[in-house]
């Protein structure tokens, strides 16, 4: 086991998801570099609305991936529990887990942002102070209607601790006997929250949970077609590739595709289905590089864009060209390799110490 290993808290790690975990942090990664090179880029023109600026603002699905990969996670072992007759989940140790996991690395995380604002950058840090405890609580946009001005992903934090909260009822689906009937329920909580959810801010739930539901499927076909070993084909993946395909033409032409919201968490589960029963997916999903990569994904995304913002301050001096592609190529080349090897760093001295740790009265 090296450092740069993810410790499981029920020793059922899924390689595979760490894959996925890849593909969401790649898009997330992508579009908030793109951001980076518009901020610093000062002699690029008109490239806001340009057409690799749209494209590019496709990745923002990688949170909704981030969103299903989650409901897949936490939705297997109460599965398991009613569908099979596992161990019963102990709320109590539920719930602590999420706190002693998630928790340390966010406040390290927004805690050295608060510093490098206010000591670097010159914020004051009086008005940064209140934002810094609703971030810290996952209450920030509750609180004031707007994302962190310490980090601004954190609102996709905010959303996943509502779904934590709501899983052990929305777990109860599971005890659904009828495989068709608990499958119609899950699919229908899909297609009503990927319509309702467009009528709520997207920092709610509500908002997201369609995509949560997609998770909540993948571990139904898991635990009831997959307990073997599964029939990889070339097939399927061709099929999650023209699902892949689908969902940015979804993202891309949004407005002027009926139902966009339905479709969406659709195409979600139906890539992340092809991709884990696709040959050559499979064996990328597996691949050692994109594992690693993918299994510290929550210590990136926590830093990418502040360490973006500080490598924007000094490129921006060397990046000469006007076109936005050299100017973002020159920006990914520099980037990436030092948020790389930060992200490595910090998840193996600021995360991984906290997938097994608890205080010591919880300790058994």
């Not at 905010?158 to 068709?180: G, W």
Request: proline fraction near 5%; aromatic fraction near 14%; glycine fraction near 8%.
């Amino acid at each position: 086991m090296t450092p740069f290993t993810r410790i499981t808290s029920r020793g059922d790690y899924v390689p595979e998801i760490d894959g996925l975990r890849f593909f969401a942090l790649l898009g997330v990664y992508l579009l908030h570099l793109n951001h980076a090179v518009m901020n610093h880029g000062k002699q690029l023109t008109g490239v806001e609305h340009s057409t690799m600026t749209r494209i590019l603002e496709c990745g923002s699905s990688g949170v909704q991936l981030f969103f299903a990969i989650s409901g897949f996670i936490l939705a297997l072992p109460f599965a398991r529990a009613q569908m099979e007759g596992a161990k019963p989940i102990s709320l109590r140790a539920y719930f602590l887990r999420r706190l002693t996991r998630l928790e340390p690395p966010l406040i390290i995380n927004v805690t050295l942002a608060l510093l490098l604002k206010t000591l670097i950058l010159g914020r004051a840090f009086g008005e940064l102070l209140p934002h810094y405890f609703a971030t810290c609580t996952y209450t920030h946009y509750l609180t004031y209607g707007a994302v962190s001005p310490i980090n601004g992903v954190t609102w996709s934090l905010e959303v996943e601790a509502q779904f934590y909260i709501m899983m052990p009822l929305l777990a109860s689906v599971f005890k659904i006997p009828s495989k068709m009937a608990r499958r119609s329920v899950i699919i229908g909580g899909m297609v009503l929250f990927g319509i309702v959810g467009r009528h709520v801010p997207y920092v709610f739930l509500p908002a997201q949970l369609s995509h949560f539901l997609a998770g909540f499927f993948l571990v139904d076909l898991w635990l009831n077609e997959w307990k073997q070993e599964r029939k990889l084909t070339i097939t399927h993946d061709f099929f999650a590739l023209m699902s892949a395909a689908a969902l940015l033409a979804v993202l891309y032409f949004n407005r002027q595709i009926p139902l966009s919201g339905v479709w969406f968490p659709l195409l979600i589960l139906s890539g992340a289905y092809c991709s884990l029963k696709g040959k050559w997916m499979m064996a990328f999903l597996r691949f050692w590089v994109t594992g690693a990569i993918g299994g510290m994904c929550y210590t990136f995304y926590l830093y990418h864009v502040v360490v973006l913002a500080l490598i924007g301050r000094v490129v921006s001096r060397w990046i000469t060209a006007n076109d936005q592609f050299t100017a973002y190529g020159i920006f990914f080349i520099i980037a990436t390799p030092v948020i790389l090897v930060l992200s490595f760093a910090l998840f193996a001295t600021t995360e991984r110490p906290f997938m097994k740790w608890r205080p010591r009265w919880a300790r058994s």
